[in-house]
């Protein structure tokens, strides 16, 4: 009996009561550390009840073995990460295992505080040993919330900005993509598509051709599969009053002729892109551009090299019927900072410039969104931008497809983004020649092929110029720092 009292006297983890203060005080450190990083360990050896600590350490282990064999899955196939990322089902098993270990943590370093028994430590140590295990607590409860309402701001962001439809396979080997910009507003009934743009990618590098079509464009034709073909069968042609951002409403009217649950005008105005470009377009995507605002705030803004003056309209003289002199203007310059309201003035003034110019800085404020929506981005100010997608962005893509779209815009954001303008002088809005303009589409694909190709092969030489490549330069009007 005696021998056994001495070695388990001589224990100083289970019984520090006869170790040396300094003994005493290293024990405590040492406790606290391996709760740290193998919550429910300590409460194994210092005889925590058998289920509390069959719990923290199952919780644990579990955890950790999660979050290696996700490691390793995603080192191995980057892909995976997404399909995780997107699939509400998963997020939601996602923030039950985040809430878990983390008030598993919580729980087992403040278990090992009060079993450390803080009054067994020197003067000197009680204070540190508190603030320091007080801290980690703290700091763990904290992310553990913040991981929280990410992962659930996720899952409302893929559940409410995704459709649930049916998979497509991409045609020819590319998704082609409409992007339409909203412009209700105050005073304007119903919605108009203030810019017009169609994104061809390539299905497997997500090197993309982006084609911007001017507002403006008439007589644009309908397939004959289109409810809009019988009433216009010569195409979209009634003078000024029918251009192609007029459609929506149009096709709005006839909405009873148009299944499913994407509103009919997007119907008709993608048929009418599809009539200019000639091709197939699998989805769209729908931008409010009043909150498309509050989308660029939430990302913390842009930045762009700019080298015209842009004004910011003020309202409508009545008597005149144009705009009252600007007060503000946006000055050209390197490295701009832009927030919402000035990214967005700049992406649609229309006063003292060209169709064509308003296209080029449109692209331009697109691109740096893309280009500047960095990991560090998202990480600090997820919930912010995923509470402002819903408003700004619809969608017809299903979310069993987002994670798709998302690797290929990973993968578009390192490459060289190649766009082709339907404009004068190439094409006339108000006489456009539909044969040169899906021309002009299909030369632009296959000098994105062309580079694509050369990309693979490691090496790079100019393609053919075409005949879209002869107005002025992008960079003359605005561009991307680098």
């Given at each position: 009996m005696?021998?056994?009292?001495?070695?388990?006297?001589?224990?100083?983890i289970r019984?520090p009561?006869?170790?040396p203060?300094y003994?005493r005080d290293?024990r405590g450190?040492?406790?606290?550390?391996c709760?740290?990083?193998m919550?429910?360990s300590?409460q194994?050896?210092?005889?925590?009840p058998?289920k509390f600590?069959?719990?923290?350490?199952?919780?644990?282990?579990g955890t950790w073995?999660l979050?290696?064999?996700?490691?390793?899955i995603a080192?191995i196939?980057r892909?995976f990460l997404l399909?995780?990322?997107t699939d509400p089902?998963?997020?939601?098993v996602v923030?039950?295992?985040?809430l878990?270990?983390g008030i598993?943590?919580?729980v087992?370093?403040?278990?090992?505080m009060?079993?450390v028994?803080?009054v067994s430590?020197?003067?000197?140590?009680r204070p540190?040993f508190l603030?320091?295990g007080l801290?980690?607590?703290?700091i763990v409860?904290?992310?553990?919330?913040?991981g929280?309402v990410?992962v659930?701001?996720?899952r409302?962001?893929?559940?409410q900005?995704?459709?649930?439809g049916?998979?497509?396979?991409p045609?020819?080997?590319r998704y082609n993509?409409a992007l339409?910009g909203?412009?209700?507003g105050?005073?304007?009934?119903?919605?108009?598509?203030?810019?017009l743009?169609v994104v061809?990618?390539?299905a497997?590098?997500?090197?993309?051709?982006v084609?911007?079509?001017p507002r403006n464009?008439?007589?644009?034709?309908?397939?004959?599969?289109s409810?809009m073909h019988?009433?216009?069968?010569?195409?979209?042609?009634?003078?000024?009053?029918?251009?192609i951002?007029?459609?929506y409403?149009?096709a709005?009217?006839h909405?009873?002729?148009?299944?499913?649950d994407?509103?009919a005008g997007?119907?008709?105005?993608?048929?009418?892109?599809?009539?200019?470009?000639?091709?197939?377009?699998?989805?769209?995507?729908m931008?409010d551009?009043?909150?498309?605002?509050q989308?660029?705030?939430?990302m913390?803004?842009?930045r762009?090299?700019s080298?015209?003056?842009?004004p910011?309209?003020?309202p409508?003289?009545p008597?005149?019927?144009?705009h009252?002199p600007p007060?503000e203007?946006?000055?050209?310059?390197?490295n701009?900072?832009?927030d919402?309201r000035?990214?967005l003035?700049?992406?649609?003034?229309?006063?003292?410039s060209s169709?064509?110019?308003r296209m080029v800085?449109q692209?331009?404020?697109?691109?740096?969104?893309?280009?500047?929506?960095?990991?560090a981005?998202?990480?600090?100010?997820?919930?912010k931008?995923?509470?402002?997608a819903?408003?700004?962005?619809?969608t017809d893509?299903?979310?069993r497809q987002?994670?798709?779209?998302?690797?290929l815009g990973?993968?578009a954001?390192?490459q060289?983004?190649?766009?082709?303008?339907l404009t004068?002088?190439?094409v006339?809005?108000?006489h456009?020649?539909?044969?040169?303009?899906?021309?002009?589409v299909?030369?632009?694909?296959e000098?994105s092929k062309?580079?694509?190709?050369q990309?693979?092969?490691?090496?790079?030489?100019?393609a053919p110029?075409h005949?879209?490549e002869?107005k002025?330069?992008a960079?003359?009007?605005c561009s991307v720092?680098?």
């Open positions: 005696s021998q056994r009292r001495q070695l388990q006297y001589a224990d100083p019984n009561k006869r170790s203060q003994v290293r450190w040492w406790l606290l550390l709760s740290a990083l919550p429910g300590v194994s050896v210092l005889g925590a058998r600590t069959r719990t923290a350490l199952g919780i644990t282990l073995v979050a290696l064999a996700t490691v390793i080192l196939k892909s399909t995780v990322g089902f998963l997020l939601i923030l039950l295992v985040v878990a270990a598993n943590w919580v087992c370093l403040l278990d090992t009060r079993r028994k803080v430590l020197s003067k000197k140590t540190k603030a320091v801290a980690a607590a703290l409860g904290l992310g553990t919330a913040w929280g990410t659930n701001a996720q409302s962001l893929m559940s900005l995704f459709a649930s049916k998979l497509k396979k045609v020819e080997g993509v339409l909203s412009d209700a105050k005073g304007r009934e119903g919605i108009r598509p203030d810019s743009t061809s990618m390539d497997k590098t997500g090197k993309s051709v084609i911007g079509v464009t008439q007589n644009v034709p309908f397939s004959k599969s409810p019988k009433h216009f069968p010569q195409g979209y042609n009634c003078g000024n009053e029918c251009l951002n007029a459609v409403q149009e709005e009217k909405a009873d002729e148009y299944e499913g994407v509103p997007v119907q008709g105005t993608v048929e009418a892109l599809e009539g200019v470009t000639g091709l197939d377009i699998q989805f769209y995507a931008i551009l009043k909150g498309f605002e989308l660029i705030d939430a913390g803004g842009i762009l090299n080298e015209v003056r842009v910011i309209s003020r409508i003289n008597a005149t019927g144009k009252y007060k203007w946006i000055e050209p310059g390197q701009i900072k832009m919402g000035t990214a003035w700049y992406g649609r003034s229309r006063e003292f169709d064509y110019e800085r692209r331009c404020v697109q691109e740096a969104m893309l280009r500047q929506m960095d990991p981005t998202l990480m600090t100010r997820f919930t931008l995923a509470a402002a819903p408003d700004v962005i619809s893509v299903p979310q987002a994670d798709d779209f998302i690797n990973m993968k954001k390192s060289k983004i190649l766009s082709v303008e004068p002088p190439q006339t809005p108000s456009p020649d539909f044969t040169v303009t899906k021309k002009l299909q030369e632009g694909i000098k062309q580079e694509d190709k990309a693979s092969a490691g090496l790079f030489a100019p110029a005949a879209a002869k002025p330069k960079s003359s009007i720092p680098k």
